[in-house]
Every structure is written in structure tokens, then in C-alpha cells.
């Protein structure tokens, strides 16, 4: 069986890719390349389903970019 997650990629301030799986918690990675994390976030998104017992995915609802003054 195949089930599709939603993926939030970013860019930190060193240039690292940072992946996470806002359904899995803990299910994160990082990569200098897309294709490199793509694979690690495949091999984390395997590793969390198997510590999730019950796992039942939530509606992705969107994501929303807000501006705060700091």
C-alpha cells in the first residue's frame, strides 16, 4: 500500500535543506540536495510509520506565510 505525505522543505541560514513531515512528529531531515534529501526524508518518513502504532494522517489543510515585526 502506498500513502502520500505532505513534505515542508526550507533552506536554513547555512544553506542546509531542512525537510518535515508536519503528520509524523519527529520526522525530519536535512540535505545539501534535493535529490539527497528526498531520499533521507523517504528513509524518515519509513523509520517514524514504524514507531507509529496507529497512525491515521491529517487533512492537509495549507500553509500560510505570516509577517511579524521583530
Known amino acids: 500500500m502506498?500513502?502520500?505525505?505532505n513534505v515542508?522543505?526550507?533552506r536554513d541560514l547555512d544553506g542546509w535543506l531542512?525537510?518535515?513531515?508536519?503528520?509524523l512528529h519527529g520526522c525530519h531531515t536535512q540535505a545539501r540536495s534535493f535529490d539527497e534529501?528526498?531520499?533521507r526524508i523517504?528513509?524518515?518518513i519509513?523509520?517514524?510509520l514504524?514507531?507509529?502504532?496507529?497512525?491515521s494522517?491529517?487533512?492537509?489543510?495549507?500553509?500560510q506565510q505570516v509577517a511579524v515585526e521583530v
Open 2 to 5: 502506498q500513502q502520500k505525505f
Open 8 to 10: 515542508v522543505i526550507e
Open 18 to 23: 531542512v525537510a518535515s513531515v508536519p503528520s
Open 37 to 39: 534529501l528526498d531520499s
Open 42 to 44: 523517504r528513509e524518515a
Open 46 to 48: 519509513s523509520l517514524c
Open 50 to 55: 514504524e514507531d507509529e502504532e496507529n497512525f
Open 57 to 63: 494522517p491529517a487533512e492537509f489543510v495549507g500553509v
